[in-house]
Structures are given as structure tokens and as C-alpha cells.
């Protein structure tokens, strides 16, 4: 049956990968619709070989992704901002390149971009009264954006200043306090918050806490000891960061405040104004015992103070006035308080040396004792008086924080 029917040639398109291939057979010729359907599918054939001669095959269209967006902080325009205040700029949907921010006068401020690229930090805080402008540009795949905008700094009506009084790469004593003044009144709403800004690192491990002082006439101050003598050696590292930062009805702060320091070896002073001996104890031995003479004590205004008393300064000339004399020049005085008391020589004093006391209120010693005493003493020192009838209290002057009991003393923090 098959051989009596009519024979067609035929061209079959074969798809091989990417290329399209042609071969001849020859095959019975098919009824009329099914010569039509073989007629359409050479048709698509052609138009396919008439496309190229290969053949792609894609899925489906990706969208193109929209451009990033950039966010600024502190905001486009805005004004009054606290220098304090975190400053970046963040890509969303793309990386940052060349990101700057300058100030009018040409002034940039530094800053690192972020491992992904899409995160730029400013690692310096802005001036006062000054704006800045951002720029740079953030892209992805589908396009870039410049990176625009600016900012103006708090123009603060009133700054506030801090001081220490140990300075960088100061040796101590081991009664030393840290001694943070600010130069206005610090309401004691703000105090918390400027404390938890106030930071103390040592070399090795001291339990000391702030404390927070009566106000004098230059304005605030708290000071930071220890609980108990510093360990000689440690080193001392002190970080007041105010810059920049609102501090509540005294101002802003004016700048930040370091210091780094060593406590030097121990010397403590025992003076006894029952025995009328000073004696020098340095790393736990004995290195001196001076015949000394203290405040008459059937004056109460004239008694040496008792209690731990720090070295605050010396000087090798003073001139001292006192309730019977004006400027008379003493030698090689210690300083150790701000009520008058003094550790010097008194040649005019000699002859109740280790017998009686009959000063106006220091430690009177010889020439010789009271010269090799100074030339010892370090800023920090303790100066024990023991057997006074008064004690040393906040009324003789800044300096009185070894008075204060250690539990009373972590009471007067402003921090909970």
C-alpha cells in the first residue's frame, strides 16, 4: 500500500545546541492537511534560519533596580545641631563613594566608610557656629546619586570649661585625688550626665569612685580617689569628654579634658602632735624621725588640723602672715592645705622642737630636716596628723577627701 502512494522530498530543521540544521528526506506524501501543517512548520523553520543561525533561548526579563537612596544625619538644612551628635551618611540599595564633608572655610572633617560601603561616619566632631556640606555619590545597578546636603553646629550662648590638677606625664603621691573644676556652677540635675562622661583608667585594677565637692567660688568640682592609697606604679589615664555636648543650664561644653599620669613610690608622713615627732615612711620604711613642733594647742585657731592632709605644693621661699606677723619669709615649705598649714623650716622655733607645740599652725622642723623633707616630696603625698584635738574638715580648704569615710564617700557620686 505504502509504495503505491506519491513520495514528497522534503526539508526536516534540525536543533542541535545553538545551531540549526537542515536534512532531506523523503517520505509519503501526506493528504492535503496534513501538507498544510508540514507547510507551516517549514515556514516557522525559515523564518527561524532567517533569524541568524543561532538560537538563544532567555527566561524571564529581570527589572532594572532602582537607584539608591541616601539618608543623611543630621538632616538636610538642619540647624542648631549638637556637635556631639552622631554625623553619617547611609546608602540604601547601593555603596557610598567619595564622601566628604567640609566646612565654608575649606575645614573637612575626617571619617571612615564602612566595610560594605554603605555606611560613612564622621570621626571628628564639627565647630561651633559652623556649616558643613556633604558630598560624594552612592550607586548601583541602577544608577547614581550625588550625595547632598548641610548642617549648622549649635552656636551655644555660654561654654563651660574643665581643669585638672594633675597634668600629663605627672608623677604623683599615693594620696593623690583626681580633681576635675568646672568653671560655672554645674546644676545637680546635669551632674549624672556629665559623670557618666568622666572616665578613669588604670594598669592594674582600683576601686575609687567621684564624688561631687560643695561648689567654690570658681564654680563645680568633683574630684575621683580611691578607696584606699593608690598602688605605687600604677598608671593613670583620666578622659573628660565635654566637647560638644549640652550640659544643661551651665552651657556646653568648651573641649574635652586628658590627662595621663604615674603614681610614684610611697611616702607617708605620720606626725604626732602628742609625741612631737614627724616621722618619713617610705616603701614601708622608716626613713626619717624629726623633732617637730605644731599648732598651740590652747588656741583652737591655731592647732594643726588632724586627719590626712595631701602635699599640694612647694616652694622654697613663702612669706607667711599670721595673727602677729605679716610676710616673714619661711624656707623650704610644703604646702598641705589651703587653711595656712604649712611643713617648713623655723630656726625661730627651734627651741620647742620635738618638746611643746607653739606654732600658729604648721610643722616647724630645722633647716636641714625641713630642706631634706622637701627636696622627697611628690604632689599627693599623705601627711597623717594624729592627736589633734580638731580635725581637718571642708572648711580648711579644697582638699579634705581622706576625711571622708569610704561609704559616705561612693554616697556623693551623682550617679544612682
Not at 574638715?393 to 561612693?410: L, V
Amino acid at each position: 500500500m505504502l509504495s503505491s502512494l506519491p513520495r514528497t522530498r522534503a526539508i526536516v530543521l534540525i536543533i542541535q545546541g545553538n545551531r540549526l540544521r537542515g536534512e532531506t528526506v523523503v517520505r509519503p506524501e501526506p493528504d492535503r492537511g496534513r501538507r498544510r501543517a508540514v507547510a507551516v512548520l517549514v515556514a516557522i523553520g525559515v523564518l527561524i534560519v532567517a533569524a541568524g543561525s543561532a538560537v538563544t533561548f532567555r527566561g524571564p526579563v529581570a527589572p532594572v533596580p532602582a537607584a539608591p537612596q541616601v539618608l543623611l544625619a543630621p538632616g538636610d538644612g538642619a540647624t542648631g545641631v549638637v556637635p556631639a551628635a552622631p554625623i553619617h551618611v547611609e546608602a540604601r540599595g547601593g555603596t557610598l563613594t567619595d564622601v566628604t564633608l567640609t566646612a565654608d572655610d575649606g575645614t573637612s572633617i575626617p571619617g571612615t566608610l564602612s566595610r560594605d560601603g554603605r555606611t560613612w561616619t564622621a570621626s571628628a566632631a564639627p565647630a561651633y557656629a559652623t556649616t558643613y556640606r556633604f558630598a560624594g555619590s552612592a550607586t548601583n545597578d541602577g544608577g547614581t546619586v550625588p550625595v547632598t546636603g548641610s548642617f549648622t553646629a549649635a552656636d551655644p550662648d555660654q561654654l563651660v570649661r574643665a581643669s585638672t590638677s594633675i597634668g600629663d606625664g605627672a608623677v604623683v603621691g599615693i594620696a593623690a585625688p583626681i580633681d576635675i573644676r568646672f568653671d560655672r556652677p554645674i546644676a545637680v540635675a546635669d551632674r549624672a550626665g556629665i559623670e557618666r562622661r568622666l572616665k578613669v583608667r588604670t594598669t592594674v585594677p582600683v576601686e575609687g569612685a567621684w564624688a561631687w565637692l560643695p561648689d567654690s567660688d570658681r564654680g563645680s568640682r568633683v574630684h575621683w580617689r580611691p578607696a584606699t592609697y593608690w598602688p605605687s606604679g600604677t598608671g593613670v589615664t583620666v578622659e573628660v569628654g565635654l566637647y560638644g555636648r549640652d550640659l544643661g543650664a551651665a552651657g556646653f561644653g568648651a573641649a574635652d579634658l586628658s590627662s595621663t599620669f604615674t603614681i610614684g613610690r610611697s611616702q607617708i608622713v605620720r606626725a604626732d602632735v602628742r609625741s612631737h615627732r614627724m616621722v618619713v615612711i617610705r616603701d614601708g620604711k622608716q626613713v626619717a624621725n624629726m623633732p617637730a613642733t605644731f599648732g598651740l594647742e590652747s588656741d583652737r585657731r591655731r592647732v594643726t588640723r588632724g586627719g590626712t592632709h595631701i602635699v599640694m605644693g612647694k616652694s622654697p621661699t613663702v612669706l607667711m602672715s599670721a595673727f602677729d606677723y605679716v610676710d616673714v619669709p619661711m624656707h623650704w615649705a610644703v604646702r598641705i592645705s589651703n587653711n595656712g598649714e604649712f611643713i617648713h623650716a623655723n630656726p625661730a622655733s627651734s627651741y620647742a622642737h620635738g618638746r611643746q607645740n607653739v606654732t600658729h599652725g604648721c610643722v616647724n622642723l630645722s633647716t636641714a630636716n625641713a630642706r631634706s623633707y622637701y627636696d622627697s616630696v611628690l604632689y599627693g603625698d599623705p601627711v597623717e596628723v594624729i592627736g589633734s584635738s580638731v580635725p581637718l574638715s571642708a572648711a580648711d580648704g579644697d582638699i579634705y577627701d581622706w576625711t571622708i569615710p569610704w561609704e559616705q564617700w561612693k554616697t556623693m557620686s551623682a550617679r544612682p
